[in-house]
């Protein structure tokens, strides 16, 4: 039976701060993780992908170990993206929003002015929220001081660890070693994130597993669709004249599809997006910025370029091809259906990725509808 927020433990002040979000209920991994987290507070590892709540499931405790009157910096989240340490810094600053005491978050990614950062870094600040290339930048400025840290999350370890910051989350761990926890999250735990563990962490830290049954949104609606190659674009299109007034996000494999794909649809009088790795960051920002305020309704993105984003109300995604990894369909499926809404995935399949499907629906507990 599913418990309240009240019941696990959660400070009225910050239930308020959620339930304005539409956050009313917890998600498995936080009815798992918060009593823990809130009560003992120790080492904790979260084998979990994103769109499963991890950020209210490890931000709920750590805004409750900040201590306000304090100037010095107690809390260290780091991101593996930049879009996903600023989703994190917004919503730990909405939990806030009730708070008596104002708890300070800072944002510090690469990509954004760094002198402005040395300069917000000179006011009280509680919680930074990193990407891990910035925060050594910074510390080898000595702008920052890790001396006060208690707490130490690092959000997506493996993907951390796939893009290259091996020596960086390594530092940084050496860094805060007078930190009193580490909480780390990750979709899957090899080789290099059990070096991080056994390296970094006690030997016996508390460790949640949720299932891939428990992570996918049970809000959201799964649809396949058989079609060719050539008729994708035709199928999209079609959809999207018919649902003109939502607004939704189409996933590519490639940077070439995406941008391949945009051209297309643009053709076909659709107003669309595109968002890929080969992008600026500024770039980047300029699209994210723009689909957010309605400028466009649809967006098409790549899944690297998609970490992090976060846009209200989105009706539906659509999967131009099905991802590689299983934990990328989740995350994909999971920019859809958010805080009590719900939504549609929909994949468009060749004939022989039927076989696909049935794996998805039988490892994640879905119920896939094939539609005409």
């Not at 918060?34 to 805004?63: E, R, S, V, W």
């Not at 780390?184 to 508390?206: C, N, W």
Request: aromatic share 6%.
């Amino acid at each position: 039976m599913s418990k309240t927020f009240k019941a696990l433990g959660v400070r009225e002040d910050l239930i308020r701060g959620i339930e304005e979000l539409g956050i009313l209920s917890p998600t498995p991994i936080q009815q798992e993780a918060l009593p823990f987290l809130l009560q003992n507070g120790g080492d904790f590892i979260a084998q979990a992908q994103t769109g499963t709540g991890k950020t209210a499931a490890f931000g709920l405790p750590l805004l409750t170990l900040i201590d306000p009157k304090l100037r010095d910096i107690q809390a260290v989240v780091v991101a593996p993206t930049r879009e996903l340490a600023k989703q994190i810094g917004k919503q730990l600053f909405r939990f806030t929003k009730h708070c008596a005491k104002k708890i300070f978050v800072e944002v510090l990614t690469g990509g954004d002015d760094i002198e402005r950062q040395m300069s917000a870094l000179q006011r009280p600040t509680h919680v930074v929220v990193v990407t891990p290339g910035r925060l050594v930048d910074l510390l080898g400025s000595k702008a920052l001081s890790l001396d006060a840290v208690k707490l130490l999350v690092l959000d997506e370890a493996d993907e951390m660890l796939t893009l290259g910051f091996k020596h960086e989350v390594a530092l940084i761990c050496e860094k805060t070693q007078g930190r009193r926890a580490t909480w780390l999250f990750s979709a899957t735990i090899p080789e290099g994130v059990q070096r991080l563990i056994t390296d970094y962490m006690s030997p016996k830290p508390h460790v949640l597993k949720v299932d891939h049954r428990h992570v996918v949104n049970r809000d959201i609606e799964h649809r396949f669709m058989v079609c060719s190659v050539k008729e994708k674009t035709s199928r999209i299109s079609a959809f999207l004249r018919r649902h003109s007034l939502e607004r939704g996000v189409i996933f590519c494999r490639t940077k070439a599809g995406a941008t391949a794909l945009g051209a297309e649809l643009a053709v076909e009088g659709h107003a669309v997006g595109v968002i890929q790795g080969d992008l600026m960051q500024l770039e980047r920002d300029k699209v994210l910025r723009s689909f957010r305020k309605g400028r466009f309704q649809f967006l098409i993105a790549t899944d690297v370029a998609a970490r992090g984003i976060d846009v209200e109300g989105l009706a539906f995604v659509i999967h131009h091809q099905l991802p590689d990894q299983i934990d990328h369909y989740t995350h994909r499926s999971g920019r859809t259906g958010r805080a009590g809404r719900s939504g549609v995935s929909i994949a468009l399949i060749g004939q022989r990725e039927k076989i696909d499907i049935e794996q998805l629906s039988k490892r994640l507990g879905l119920n896939f509808v094939e539609m005409r």
